[in-house]
């Protein structure tokens, strides 16, 4: 069944309906989920052979010193007011917090079953990652 489905509706992200989907994005909000792994295994168990999950993160570097900047500084304050919290309140919760990094999203979709990852594009604001099965 051809067709897309977007993340971070009102319905966990672990068990949105449907399969053979061939574009799911994560916009701005898998660092957010209660249980990052699981719903990026839930994706990819949901995507065609050949579609792709498009996954947009903050941006953000794998150390503390690479985020030493003004936009690094300011998104470490968001995740530590909203996401983190965010992610606690659900079940079940993990709480990973800021995890635009590269090193910490390419571990969670290695984990959920993705072979291959790449960074697309790259903003002072945001990292955009595409994942294949």
């Known amino acids: ?44 168990q949901a995507l065609v052979g050949d579609g792709t999950f498009l996954l947009v993160e903050p941006t953000a570097a794998d150390d503390l010193a690479g985020n030493l ?29 800021q995890s635009g990094r590269g090193a910490r999203t390419r571990a969670i979709l290695t984990e959920a079953g993705f072979t291959r990852f790449r960074r697309a594009a790259q903003t002072p604001f945001n990292l955009v990652y595409e994942a294949p099965p």
Do not use: K
């Open 69 to 97: 900047n003004p936009v690094g500084q300011v998104y470490y304050a968001f995740s530590t007011l909203l996401c983190v919290p965010s992610a606690l309140a659900q079940e079940p919760a993990v709480g990973a917090g």
């Open 1 to 44: 069944m051809p067709g897309w489905v977007t993340g971070c509706g009102s319905r966990a992200a672990h068990a949105f309906p449907g399969s053979g989907y061939d574009l799911i994005t994560a916009l701005d909000c898998l660092h957010d989920m209660g249980h990052p792994v699981s719903a990026a295994r839930h994706i990819r």
